[in-house]
């Protein structure tokens, strides 16, 4: 089924680990997005991208590096595991026109920094 | 940048009433406000949509409202079921999202 697929969805690092959350869409949308959300903040976002090649930061970029180095993979990397980190993390892709269009979200990673 | 703020965080109604779920912004330039709602476990999921060309849109037994003037829109379900429980999100633009309405619809 066309979709946004996040991998892993569950997940448990060490403070001071790294890993990298996975991100793929089949529907051809230029427009992605990293999104946290913790209890009682609702959605932040982290990082954006407009097309391949193209990365901006969002609200709550520190510790998370991204690249889109294709238009279907737009992966998100912990550097340094933070206990503050923990969270669940939503990827979603948008068609992109010059106008802006509504999201379709994965079904998100949830990682715990111990 | 935009800022959205949504109220109430929690609602609370019987099977049946109405519900409804505001919402403003602060970028009068904003002209896309979408919807998600986000049942237990899942991502949110875009229900209704509305540009800045139009004051009003329904879909079934959800519609929402848009007064630019004031900048703010609203979310509104009608005979609402024990399905509809869920967090509602609003949104405007793309980007920027509120931070969330529980609504609860009790049998």
């Known amino acids: 089924n066309a979709g946004v697929t996040q991998t892993p969805k569950f997940q448990v690092l060490k403070t001071g680990q790294s890993m990298t959350l996975q991100c793929a869409q089949d529907m051809n949308h230029e427009y992605m997005s990293w999104y946290r959300q913790d209890p009682g903040m609702g959605l932040r976002l982290i990082h954006y991208?407009?097309?391949?090649?193209?990365?901006d930061q969002g609200e709550v970029p520190n510790g998370y590096n991204v690249s889109r180095s294709t238009t279907e993979d737009f992966p998100l990397r912990l550097l340094s595991a933070a206990p503050s980190q923990t969270s669940v993390y939503f990827c979603?892709?948008?068609?992109?026109?010059?106008?802006?269009?509504?999201?379709?979200f994965g079904s998100g990673t949830r990682l715990t920094v111990v | 940048g935009e800022n959205v703020e949504q109220h109430p965080s929690t609602l609370s109604v019987q099977e049946g009433d109405s519900a409804v779920i505001k919402c403003t912004y602060s970028?009068?330039?904003?002209?896309?406000f979408p919807w998600y709602k986000q049942e237990l476990g899942k991502g949110p999921q875009l229900i209704i949509d509305?540009?800045?060309?139009?004051g009003e849109k329904k879909d079934q037994r959800i519609a929402v409202t848009l007064n630019k003037t004031a900048k703010h829109f609203s979310l509104h379900i009608t005979e609402t079921q024990p399905e509809d429980s869920a967090v509602y999100f609003c949104a405007a633009k793309r980007l920027t999202f509120g931070k969330g309405t529980m609504l609860l619809v009790s049998p």
């Open positions: 970028d009068s330039a904003s002209n896309y």
């Open positions: 979603a892709s948008s068609y992109s026109s010059g106008e802006d269009y509504g999201y379709t």
């Open positions: 991208s407009v097309g391949a090649g193209i990365t």
């Open positions: 509305i540009r800045s060309n139009v």
